[in-house]
Structure formats: structure tokens, C-alpha cells
């Protein structure tokens, strides 16, 4: 059976974060790309991924969705990259990766694309509490650590500074010098600007 991953994508997608963990990997990949008028939505898509959503990747057979989860999954499929925790990292890894794709995220959607603000007496029935709690908590962990895990990159630091760094640029996270300072040094890196390359030459038709 082929070590090859397939990618499901599109260049104005979260694809963007399962392509850079791929080529932070270096791991043999081909890529679909999907529309977002037809193919997305196309029975035979549906079949890997209900939500009509991408990224997806098959590898091995099998199918995973969901930024986080590729990122976790494919540090574990391809352990010779180095991309994957420790035994001592492992907590800090986990913590910071669900946090991302739960509480963060969740925040930002209510927060500052459906202008949801949960009243006080309520934050306890919602996971994030509060946007400004979510940001405070995350904030006060990259003011005194460089990466997700202490001084080391690893898998998570893909999907949490991709979230990051998107919301800098488009204005859903507070412009905090921890996070511009972590965004950068996440980004700089050569497999990011590869991966920004691919996608980007991808959009050029339709500009």
C-alpha cells in the first residue's frame, strides 16, 4: 500500500494548513482540488467527507477531516519528520491543539463573524466563556514560550499558528505582540512559504 497522501483542498480554503503540514513533513502527497460551486458538494466527495467541507486527506485508506486532526494524524503517520510530542510535550501539545480548534475558533466565529456576545451570568454554559478570556489564556502561554510545546516546533504548531496568524491578518485576533511575534516565527519558516507559494499559484487564473 502506497505511503502517498491525498490531498482534498482549495487554495482559499483551510487547505492552506494541511498543505504547509505536508510540506513541513516532506511527505509524498498529491492534491484535488475542489471547487466550491460543484465538486465540493459532488456525491462522490460526500462519500469521504458528509460535511462537504475541505481539507480531507486519504492515506493509507484511510480518510481524516477536520485542520487538527490532519495535523495530529499525519505527525503520527510520518514519525521520521520529528514533527510529533514527546512524552513531556505531549500534555502542552494536546492542551494548545484543542484549545485552537475548540475554544478559539468558537470564539472568533461567535464573537467577530456572527457579533455574538454571550452575557456574563452565561459564559459558563459556553466552552470559551468569553472571547477576551480565550485570547488572555492563549496570549499569556506564548509570552513566555516560543512554540506550543516550550522552545521545540512541532505539529501543533501548524494548526495553532496557522489559526494565529489568519487572525491577524484578517482582524479576529487582537494584534498582541505575543502573537505577532509567534505568527512570524512560525511562518518564516520554508516549508510555510512553500506551501503559501503552491496555493497561491493556484488562485493566479482566477485573478
Known amino acids: 500500500m502506497t505511503n502517498e497522501v491525498l490531498l482534498y483542498t482549495n487554495p482559499q480554503s483551510r487547505g492552506r494548513t494541511a498543505r504547509w503540514m505536508l510540506e513541513e513533513l516532506n511527505a509524498p502527497y498529491q492534491e484535488k482540488i475542489l471547487d466550491y460551486e460543484k465538486a465540493i458538494k459532488a456525491p462522490e466527495y460526500l462519500k469521504l467527507n458528509p460535511m462537504g467541507k475541505v481539507p480531507a486527506i486519504v492515506h493509507r485508506g484511510q480518510v481524516v477531516t477536520e485542520c487538527s486532526a490532519i495535523c495530529a494524524y499525519l505527525a503520527d503517520a510520518f514519525p521520521e519528520a520529528g514533527l510529533g510530542p514527546s512524552p513531556e510535550e505531549r500534555a502542552s501539545y ?3 491543539l484543542f484549545f485552537t480548534a475548540g475554544p478559539l475558533e468558537a470564539a472568533i466565529t461567535d464573537s467577530k463573524m456572527l457579533g455574538i ?86 488562485m493566479e487564473p482566477a485573478q
Not at 452565561?122 to 516550550?150: C, I, N, P
Not at 491578518?169 to 512559504?193: L, N, P, S
Request: avoid cysteine; hydrophobic fraction near 40%; charge should be negative.
Open 117 to 202: 456576545e454571550v452575557d456574563a451570568e452565561k459564559q459558563r454554559m459556553v466552552g470559551y466563556g468569553s472571547y477576551a478570556a480565550v485570547l488572555d489564556t492563549l496570549s499569556s502561554w506564548f509570552t513566555e514560550h516560543s512554540y506550543v510545546t516550550g522552545e521545540r516546533f512541532t505539529a501543533a504548531d501548524v494548526y495553532v499558528g496557522a489559526q494565529i496568524a489568519w487572525g491577524l491578518q484578517f482582524g479576529t485576533i487582537e494584534k498582541r505582540i505575543e502573537f505577532i511575534d509567534y505568527a512570524k516565527r512560525v511562518t518564516d519558516r520554508d516549508a510555510h512559504k512553500r506551501a503559501n507559494a503552491k496555493d497561491d499559484a493556484l
Open 94 to 96: 494536546y492542551r494548545w
